[in-house]
């Protein structure tokens, strides 16, 4: 397992953007054979992946409820993953956590495939 901390979290109106960011703890040759990913979870509700990207891979993955909103992306020179939100709903509402696992998987946004897992970070979206 790796140590992920999130940031980034906070509070915004309907519309607007935040940034998150998860520092990995991994070593660089190991981050290219990573899946790392962006889980959220709203109170009453399952956790929801949002966006993962594998390694060094350009094609990144997302829920059709953040698609087109969200953007995931990878600094390897800062060991940190980024998730930008940007026309953030109300919906978004959510404890977002930053995920990690070695290896591919076929199904990058289903929470069980990854074994290492952030704090989390609040994102909240007021009208």
């Known amino acids: 397992q790796v140590q992920l901390v999130e940031s980034g979290g906070g509070s915004v109106q309907a519309g607007g953007s935040l940034r998150l960011s998860c520092v990995n703890s991994?070593?660089?040759?190991?981050?290219?054979?990573?899946?790392m990913a962006w889980f959220r979870q709203a109170p009453g509700k399952e956790r929801e992946g949002v966006a993962a990207?594998?390694?060094?891979?350009?094609?990144?993955y997302y829920s059709d409820s953040v698609k087109g909103r969200f953007s995931i992306s990878q600094d390897s020179a800062k060991n940190t993953l980024y998730l930008q939100m940007n026309s953030l709903e109300l919906e978004d509402t959510a404890m977002y956590y930053c995920?990690?696992?070695?290896?591919?998987?076929?199904?990058?946004?289903?929470?069980?495939?990854?074994?290492?897992w952030g704090q989390g970070t609040q994102v909240t979206v007021s009208s």
């Open positions: 990207v594998y390694g060094l891979d350009i094609i990144p």
């Open positions: 991994a070593y660089t040759y190991s981050r290219m054979y990573m899946g």
């Open positions: 995920a990690a696992r070695l290896g591919r998987t076929a199904a990058p946004l289903r929470s069980s495939e990854y074994n290492s």
